[in-house]
């Protein structure tokens, strides 16, 4: 049987297979992990599609793979070997129990030769992550130099010896490492907006106490009404966004070489920012969901992208962006647009803010609001009324329900 690379949809070329997990002459069964193939939106596992024996392997680590080519055959008339089908008593746990981790962790573990099963995993079901890999390494580096450890030390970590170099604190250590597919595709294209698209930025702010009143006051009932599920600021920015989009039909947009292209359509994605780089999910047909819907597909989307298990399907198209930066406490920045969009929403950090109210001067919680624009399609005019309609329903959530 041929195990073939993925088909690529249409706005993705090609990929890198970083990683094999099985080797010519290997029994694998049904569904086992054979490689990863990463491409420019997400890492794409290989499973074998029968039980029998890697014959051939077509595609090394570090090669390009093309939609659909050959990576390996599998020889399905080939019998497991007495080991893996006999005595299965015999044999202990440890020895038949596969260590959960992330691609992005076994590349990290591979490269600094680290033992996964002595990694203590803190992802969702005890996985390991990228992070606790790069947590141990830190715990390695600042251990005792080789003649400053004992033996007993040693056999207590179970791991080799590292060299002096790699422990002296005086040394001026360099790592040079291949740039991800991700990264290079998101440089690649930050330039490419930068020198083909006029983009623009307006700004304005928005007082959030009316929303923070609304999740006070209904969230216990929110969650007990909807399984769970906690009400956030974001399906109100994404809502919001779908009202403003149906009278500014221009934002959401696209441009296709000299045509311009209307969306009839509200695919809003979402950033969401992982250990590999920013990937935006898509929350499809946003206008026909409820804001607990919203808020569920976002918390599945953003676990998805914390595992690296988004599919492509998943990340492909979207009319309309929104990036929320204040998770991580900007409380202004220009956001670039994702081509081939015309507009990107950024959302800022809530702080408190003197603002005049009726003549008076008052503190209340205010949030920077920015959209960048592509100025060859959107005027100047129609972005600030734009962003000026999104702030309008923000600041009177019942405008998002009445759709005022």
């Given at each position: 049987m041929d195990i073939r690379a993925p088909k690529f949809?249409?706005?993705?070329?090609?990929?890198?297979?970083?990683?094999?997990?099985?080797?010519?002459?290997?029994?694998?069964?049904?569904?086992?992990l054979l490689a990863d193939v990463e491409t420019e939106k997400t890492t794409i596992e290989i499973v074998a599609q029968a039980d029998g024996v890697i014959d051939t392997i077509f595609k090394q680590e570090g090669e390009v793979v093309e939609?659909?080519?050959?990576?390996?055959?599998?020889?399905?008339?080939?019998?497991?070997?007495?080991?893996e089908t006999e005595n299965v008593d015999a044999v202990t746990p440890a020895a038949t129990h596969e260590i959960a981790?992330?691609?992005a962790a076994r590349k990290l573990a591979s490269e600094h030769d680290i033992d996964l099963s002595i990694v203590n995993g803190t992802g969702r079901s005890g996985m390991v992550t990228k992070s606790d890999v790069a947590k141990m390494l830190d715990e390695i580096h600042k251990m005792p130099s080789a003649q400053e450890a004992s033996p007993v030390d040693r056999e207590a970590l179970d791991t080799p010896p590292i060299p002096l170099t790699a422990l002296d604190s005086n040394a001026r250590v360099e790592r040079r490492?291949?740039?991800?597919?991700?990264?290079?595709?998101?440089?690649k294209r930050l330039v490419e907006v930068q020198q083909t698209a006029a983009m623009l930025t307006t700004f304005n702010e928005a007082?959030?106490?009316?929303?923070?009143?609304?999740?006070?006051?209904?969230?216990?009932?929110?969650?007990?009404?909807?399984?769970?599920?906690?009400?956030?600021?974001?399906?109100?920015?994404?809502?919001?966004?779908?009202?403003?989009?149906?009278r500014f039909p221009a934002v959401n947009a696209s441009l296709d070489g000299d045509d311009v292209v209307y969306h009839g359509y509200y695919?809003?994605?979402?950033?969401?920012?992982?250990?590999?780089?920013?990937?935006?999910?898509?929350?499809?047909?946003?206008?026909?969901?409820?804001?607990?819907q919203i808020e569920d597909q976002i918390v599945e989307y953003s676990e998805k992208a914390r595992d690296n298990k988004l599919?492509?399907?998943?990340?492909?198209?979207?009319?309309?962006?929104?990036s929320n930066g204040g998770v991580f406490g900007s409380l202004m920045s220009t956001p670039i647009l994702n081509p081939p969009q015309t507009a990107i929403l950024g959302m800022h950090k809530i702080q408190d803010r003197p603002v005049v109210e009726d003549g008076e001067v008052v503190v209340r919680p205010m949030m920077?609001?920015?959209?960048?624009?592509?100025?060859?399609?959107?005027?100047?005019?129609?972005?600030?009324?734009?962003?000026?309609?999104?702030?309008?329903?923000?600041?009177?959530?019942?405008?998002?329900?009445?759709?005022?």
């Open positions: 949809p249409e706005s993705i070329s090609e990929g890198e297979l970083t990683k094999w997990y099985k080797r010519e002459g290997d029994y694998v069964e049904r569904d086992d939609s659909e080519e050959l990576l390996c055959a599998i020889d399905e008339s080939a019998v497991a070997p007495p080991s981790a992330s691609p490492v291949p740039m991800t597919r991700l990264r290079a595709t998101i440089a007082n959030m106490d009316p929303i923070m009143r609304m999740r006070r006051q209904y969230q216990d009932e929110f969650v007990a009404r909807h399984n769970g599920t906690r009400l956030g600021f974001m399906s109100f920015f994404v809502r919001a966004s779908v009202e403003a989009l149906k695919d809003i994605g979402v950033a969401v920012s992982t250990e590999r780089g920013l990937v935006v999910p898509i929350v499809r047909d946003a206008d026909a969901l409820g804001l607990h599919s492509i399907d998943e990340m492909t198209g979207g009319t309309f962006t929104i920077y609001l920015a959209l960048s624009y592509d100025h060859r399609l959107i005027d100047g005019q129609e972005a600030v009324q734009f962003l000026v309609t999104i702030k309008g329903m923000i600041e009177d959530p019942a405008r998002i329900l009445l759709e005022l």
